[in-house]
T-cell receptor
Framework: GQNIDQPTEMTATEGAIVQINCTYQTSGFNGLFWYQQHAGEAPTFLSYNVLDGLEEKGRFSSFLSRSKGYSYLLLKELQMKDSTSYLCAVMDSNYQLIWGAGTKLIIKP | ETGVTQTPRHLVMGMTNKKSLKCEQHLGHNAMYWYKQSAKKPLELMFVYSLEERVENNSVPSRFSPECPNSSHLFLHLHTLQPEDSALYLC?????????????FGQGTRLTVV
């Protein structure tokens, strides 16, 4: 079966760095997405990786290793507004998005 | 604002009621999706429409009935729902599935079945 695993919850300190991991097992691979979702709101796109390596976008970076079925989202200079959920999703060989259950990030002052 | 609008934002309905959820996008996308999101569970894809034709129906119960009259509008008709159907229902749109295609989500409808 297809599976996306990410931690349920993480805690970090304001101003620090946090890495949210995502591992996947899917039938085929056509890219990996990270979305941010505030409670009861729409998921919003953060990043897309289809080739191995690091994609940097401001305070957020996303890394992919296809051979390991692994990605991470790196958040730097954490701000209180970053306290929300982060969703990992993989596009399979049928171009369908397979979603993880999300990681709730709690940031403390 | 993501360009995808869903109404209503909140809905409470009895098990014998009939209601409809509406989704509208003006992003020029030709694929639209309905997702169900329950607490602490992955997003569940319910229906996919591409070029106004249904291309995916992931074994969704018949009490959920989608309708896509044109590429900008998508409905989800609800009837005789069960309490376990209470969830956040999200609509999304994208360019035709295939290759890199970022999905844009609506704000969702919080549905409570009583």
């Amino acid at each position: 079966g297809q599976n996306i695993d990410q931690p349920t919850e993480m805690t970090a300190t304001e101003g620090a760095i946090v890495q949210i991991n995502c591992t996947y097992q899917t039938s085929g691979f056509n890219g990996l997405f990270w979305y941010q979702q505030h409670a009861g709101e729409a998921p919003t796109f953060l990043s897309y990786n289809v080739l191995d390596g690091l994609e940097e976008k401001g305070r957020f970076s996303s890394f992919l290793s296809r051979s390991k079925g692994y990605s991470y989202l790196l958040l730097k200079e954490l701000q209180m507004k970053d306290s929300t959920s982060y969703l990992c999703a993989v596009m399979d060989s049928n171009y369908q998005l397979i979603w993880g259950a999300g990681t709730k990030l709690i940031i403390k002052p | 604002e993501t360009g995808v609008t869903q109404t209503p934002r909140h809905l409470v309905m009895g098990m014998t009621n009939k209601k409809s959820l509406k989704c509208e996008q003006h992003l020029g996308h030709n694929a639209m999706y309905w997702y169900k999101q329950s607490a602490k569970k992955p997003l569940e894809l319910m229906f996919v429409y591409s070029l106004e034709e249904r291309v995916e129906n992931n074994s969704v119960p018949s009490r959920f009935s989608p309708e896509c009259p044109n590429s900008s509008h998508l409905f989800l008709h609800l009837h005789t729902l069960q309490p376990e159907d209470s969830a956040l229902y999200l609509c999304a749109s994208s360019h035709t599935p295939g290759g890199y295609t970022e999905a844009f989500f609506g704000q969702g409808t919080r549905l409570t079945v009583v």
